[in-house]
């Protein structure tokens, strides 16, 4: 399983986080200096309308877009000076990435799917192997490791990509409607295992969803708002 993590340090650090993108029409500014810090232990929901900006801001937390303008540190280490060698490291390192579809490798086993990025990372396969079937062992889907994702069902399916997520012990968990292409029941299980996980492991995660009940659920819930971060309701 994943290691542990002292409880309530900084994870994720946005500091007036600003993100505009030229078009031909013109700029379309979508962060106007968003800021947000994450604690390990903390599970935040990610709330707004569709085109708000939520996934934007994931990429950016996520080191895959650069900001124009203000700070990301993850996991004490600030991004903004470094070059994409660097930051391709630390993504590797700290953050772990789960989508609302799944995009597990469909030629791949339940197993191999989550030994995958431990092996990009350098791990042997032998060892890869052990954790993904610890991992996948902790949602129950030992019995499942050699299925290819077509042969699991849909929650399957997220579950193996929420462990895939986890496979190179992540200090931050960033989660793009993880359960919004699930039924009802199946998105309130899998959300009640991530929630375990961070509980258990002392991860940091940010969710961005559409679903409030889903949402309130989690530790605090934050919207994007014209551009900013604000509290859900505030």
């Known amino acids: 399983m994943t290691g542990t993590r002292t409880i309530g340090t900084v994870a994720l650090e946005l500091r007036a986080v600003v993100r505009t993108y030229k078009q ?12 947000l810090t994450l ?33 990301v540190a993850v996991d004490g280490r600030a991004a903004e000076n470094m070059d994409d060698g660097e930051r391709t490291r630390l993504r590797r390192e700290a953050i ?9 490798l469909p030629e791949f ?5 989550v030994m995958i990025p431990q092996m990009v990372a350098g791990v042997a396969r032998s060892a890869a192997r052990v954790r993904a079937r610890a991992l996948l062992d902790r949602v129950g889907l030992l019995p499942r490791e050699s299925h290819r994702p077509a042969r699991l069902s ?11 997520a ?9 989660a793009d409607e993880p359960t919004g292409n699930l039924d009802h029941g199946t998105g309130d299980l899998v959300m009640a295992e991530l929630v375990g996980l961070v509980r258990d492991t002392g991860l ?5 969803t559409h679903n409030l009940e889903l949402a309130r659920r989690m530790d605090r819930v934050v919207e994007m708002r014209d551009g900013l971060l604000v509290p859900y309701g505030g």
Do not use: C
């Open 24 to 35: 031909a029409s013109g700029a379309l500014p979508v962060l106007r200096g968003a800021s």
């Open 109 to 113: 086993s339940a197993v191999e799917n």
């Open 166 to 174: 986890l496979a190179n012990d992540p200090r931050v968990l960033l």
């Open 154 to 164: 849909g929650g399957e399916q997220q579950r193996v990509a929420i462990m895939r």
């Open 96 to 104: 772990g990435f789960v989508y609302q579809f799944h995009h597990l």
């Open 39 to 71: 604690h390990a232990g903390e599970i935040v929901a990610l709330v707004g309308p569709s085109g708000a900006g939520k996934s934007t801001l994931l990429h950016v937390a996520g080191l895959l877009e650069k900001p124009d303008g203000g700070s």
């Open 204 to 208: 940091a995660a940010l969710v961005a």
